[in-house]
């Protein structure tokens, strides 16, 4: 599949680059955890695409920056203008967006239906948008309402559209069938995330899917590399939620404490989990050497890697069941990319990452094997140095943005 290489066609006749509506959740605004699409919306203004970042949600107390070059629409859910341009696409294209709303009647429950619905002025404010600056594509990230807004945009407005999907808005399904149907293609970032797809819609439209993963960027130069005899430090970064298996980390860290390990684990995120989690430490022996930081910002978290904070990066992710495991982490990627020596597990589509020595893998919702893993990883230089060749070779191979939006871009 050469998915942008449709876009590009679209704008042939036309002498300018092509123009293309980039919809998330919350950017352009720091701190929203989308931050990792950054790179790949920067690789794609590179490589002569005029792009039109507009968020689905933003709220005026948010605190944040926009991009600093570039077109960004942080227009709120609901305004003046959003109902204004509501209303003026419904006279204006009245059967087309009749023909959007009879498709929401496919959402799954009330609640997919209700949240369909209330974007529905946010998508007519899109249309108008996209008419206005002569958009040739419209392409979303994330399956949920944000493809249900470039849907109906295009249904009113003719623009074909696209999206990218990842793991958990796959497992959402809202409208998956439909979007897939009419999207002119649909991008996953993994394999195993095409396989959910087709476990929930009973198969994907041929000819129009395919895998071009998410991307890092490559940084110069290589982060230190752990001296045997220091204080190890271990990076966890990730929300504080089930699906990322804090616990078994924490356990595991209690086996190291027993052996008389000398290690700190930084826990980078926040979530439900938060209270629980610090409690268990505690319960565990081990509070004093484990340090929940929070909420931390994307450029804190690289720089982190860059001066040599992070001796090892763990992410002890397990399989919920149901379909509720890990797409490919870009926090591993990012890792990856300093040299650094990841652990992960084999969950989800994280050995599609790790595959061939580019990080270490153990089985999910065991705390022996991940504690040995990180042992045997701080007791051998030479796997060290492996680790981190190996895995920034992977980066540099496969999930380049650069390569990336090549790829996107059909180069």
């Known amino acids: 599949m050469q998915p942008v290489r449709t876009i590009k066609s679209f704008a042939k006749d036309r002498t300018s680059a092509p123009r293309v509506v980039y919809v998330v959740t919350q950017l352009p605004f720091k701190n929203t955890g989308e931050e990792f699409f950054l790179p790949e919306c920067r690789e794609l203004r590179r490589l002569g695409l005029e792009l039109y970042l507009v968020s689905r949600s933003f709220q005026a107390s948010m605190r944040g920056?926009?991009?600093?070059?570039?077109?960004?629409?942080?227009?709120?859910?609901?305004?003046?203008s959003v109902l204004g341009a509501a209303i003026a696409e419904s006279v204006r294209s009245t059967r087309r967006v009749l023909r959007g709303l009879w498709l929401l009647r496919y959402s799954s429950d009330v609640a997919t239906f209700i949240k369909n619905v209330a974007i529905f002025p946010k998508a007519m404010w899109m249309a108008q948008s996209a008419r206005r600056w002569e958009a040739t594509h419209i392409h979303a990230q994330w399956g949920t309402t944000t493809s249900t807004m470039a849907m109906l945009a295009s249904e009113v407005t003719g623009i074909p559209w696209s999206m990218t999907l990842h793991r958990g808005d796959i497992l959402v399904n809202n409208l998956l069938k439909e979007k897939l149907d009419r999207a002119v293609f649909t991008r996953f970032i993994s394999e195993d995330g095409i396989r959910l797809a087709r476990s929930l819609c009973g198969g994907v439209p041929p000819g129009k899917i395919g895998v071009i993963h998410m991307g890092v960027d490559i940084p110069f130069a290589l982060a230190p590399i752990y001296a045997k005899g220091q204080r190890a430090v271990i990076v966890c970064p990730a929300n504080l939620v089930a699906i990322k298996g804090h616990t078994y980390l924490l356990k595991a860290m209690s086996h190291l404490r027993i052996r008389k390990r000398n290690l700190r684990l930084l826990i980078a995120g926040d979530g439900p989990l938060f209270k629980t989690l610090k409690v268990e430490a505690e319960m565990l022996g081990i509070s004093d050497c484990v340090s929940f930081l929070g909420f931390?910002?994307?450029?804190?978290?690289?720089t982190m890697y860059k001066d040599g904070s992070a001796d090892l990066v763990v992410l002890p992710s397990i399989d919920a069941g149901g379909?509720?495991?890990e797409g490919i982490p870009v926090s591993l990627m990012e890792a990856m990319s300093y040299g650094i020596p990841v652990i992960s597990t084999h969950t989800g589509g994280i050995p599609e990452l790790l595959a061939n020595g580019a990080g270490l893998m153990v089985p999910d919702k065991d705390a022996a094997a991940l504690s040995q893993a990180i042992e045997q990883i701080l007791d051998s230089e030479l796997l060290r140095k492996e680790l981190a060749v190996a895995g920034r070779k992977r980066v540099e191979e496969s999930f380049?943005?650069?390569n990336v939006a090549m790829a996107l871009c059909g180069i």
């Open 323 to 325: 379909g509720l495991h």
């Open 400 to 402: 380049s943005v650069k």
């Open 65 to 80: 920056e926009l991009l600093p070059s570039g077109n960004e629409f942080p227009e709120p859910l609901m305004s003046w």
């Open 296 to 302: 931390v910002a994307h450029d804190r978290l690289l």
